[in-house]
């Protein structure tokens, strides 16, 4: 599995180099990373007192944002894909998602610390602490979020950049 170059991916891809098994191994690999999202919900439970209004909001904003961008951005690259030879989207979709997840991962993770970090540095109260990771990552996610797509779609042009060099467009 190649599993951080993008442009070697794209490259395997254009010249249909992988096995079945091989495109199946990039779903089994993006079903794990995913579902290591559900156990992060319990760094932050629900229970307890009720949230104020604004964190309320900034939370509804953020998913809302989420799904926008989620829906656009998978459209986007379904429209270059399409472009290109309007065929294979969701096995393409899916192997591209990998490079570009572990990627994101490697950026996002240590921003998510430094941000941690500045909290701790910038209030000694416990609760303001909370509410600026709890802020900046709701408001920095979709941003992230809106580069994950223009980063996927790139791909998708480059793969289609490919197939059209090798003449399989």
């Known amino acids: 599995m190649i599993l951080i170059s993008s442009t070697k991916l794209e490259h395997n891809i254009a010249n249909n180099a992988f096995s079945s098994w091989e495109k199946t191994k990039y779903i089994i690999f993006m079903t794990a990373i995913y579902s290591f999202t559900g156990p992060a919900y319990m760094l932050t439970p629900s229970f307890g007192p009720k949230p104020p209004a604004l964190d309320?909001?900034?939370s509804f904003l953020s998913t809302i944002a989420f799904v926008l961008i989620t829906y656009f951005g998978i459209k986007k690259c379904h429209q270059t894909n399409?472009?290109?030879d309007d065929a294979h989207?969701?096995?393409r979709f899916t192997i591209l998602n990998v490079p570009l997840t572990i990627k994101f991962m490697l950026?996002?993770?240590?921003?998510?610390?430094?941000?941690?970090?500045?909290s701790w540095t910038m209030s000694a109260d416990e609760e303001i602490r909370k509410?600026?990771?709890?802020?900046?990552?709701?408001?920095i996610a979709p941003v992230g979020m809106v580069i994950y797509y223009i980063f996927l779609n790139r791909s998708f042009e480059?793969?289609?950049?490919?197939m059209i060099k090798n003449g399989k467009s």
């Open 131 to 139: 509410n600026i990771i709890s802020y900046s990552m709701r408001v």
């Open 56 to 58: 309320s909001l900034i």
């Open 82 to 84: 399409k472009a290109v």
């Open 89 to 91: 989207f969701i096995e």
């Open 107 to 118: 950026i996002f993770l240590p921003a998510f610390l430094f941000i941690v970090l500045f």
């Open 158 to 162: 480059r793969l289609g950049q490919l």
